[in-house]
């Protein structure tokens, strides 16, 4: 039904827009330099009020930085929608937003006083998840899909760095739990908050 109401819309000469959004669970020796790398983009995105080009490198950067480290993968789950009105794709993004600020111990924080180095030898961060909404245009297969697999995860990863240089993201959030160094997110903390994910 989606596909036939795809081709109205299209004929139509509307922009079709996707919201999608992912969840990483990492683990390992590679999940507190990650965390580290998280805290940097969202600094970042934080000084630049939040300006879509900055937030974009910084999306990059994150998937770059996930594909080079695939071990650390231990669960994922994505959801997402296609809406035809602008407007209708902001609500979705805001709904998502506040899901992912609710999760526990997810709300970004950005601490100038924090030594990034020094917290990251002291931390003991097992479990992090990584949440990652975005809003783009057209269409991008990879992410319309189940990404419950490796392989599937790897193309979503890169084109989600492939939609930056297409410039056709309108919006993006980067959450992650926990959100500072030395706040842990146990393993029942982590089935408790993150029922979607599935093991890869």
Request: charged fraction near 25%.
């Amino acid at each position: 039904m989606s596909g036939w109401r795809d081709r109205v819309e299209k004929l139509r000469g509307r922009t079709r827009y996707v919201v999608f959004r992912l969840m990483l669970h990492l683990s390992g020796a590679d999940a507190p330099p990650q965390l580290g790398l998280f805290n940097r983009v969202a600094q970042k995105a934080i000084e630049a009020e939040g300006d879509l080009e900055v937030m974009g490198e910084g999306l990059v950067e994150i998937c770059e930085s996930l594909l080079s480290t695939p071990s650390s993968w231990q669960a994922a789950a994505n959801e997402g929608d296609v809406f035809w009105q602008e407007g209708d794709a902001g609500d979705y993004v805001n709904e998502l937003f506040t899901d992912s600020g609710q999760r526990y111990l997810s709300d970004v924080v950005a601490d100038n006083q924090v030594d990034t180095d020094e917290s990251l030898s002291a931390s003991v961060t097992r479990n992090v998840v990584l949440m990652i909404t975005v809003a783009y245009t057209g269409e991008m297969e990879s992410l319309e899909t189940d990404l419950s697999d490796i392989e599937a995860l790897e193309y979503a990863l890169k084109d989600l760095i492939n939609l930056h240089y297409q410039n056709r993201l309108r919006a993006i959030q980067i959450h992650f739990s926990p959100a500072r160094f030395g706040e842990e997110l146990t393993d029942d903390q982590l089935i408790a908050n993150f029922p979607e994910l599935i093991p890869l």
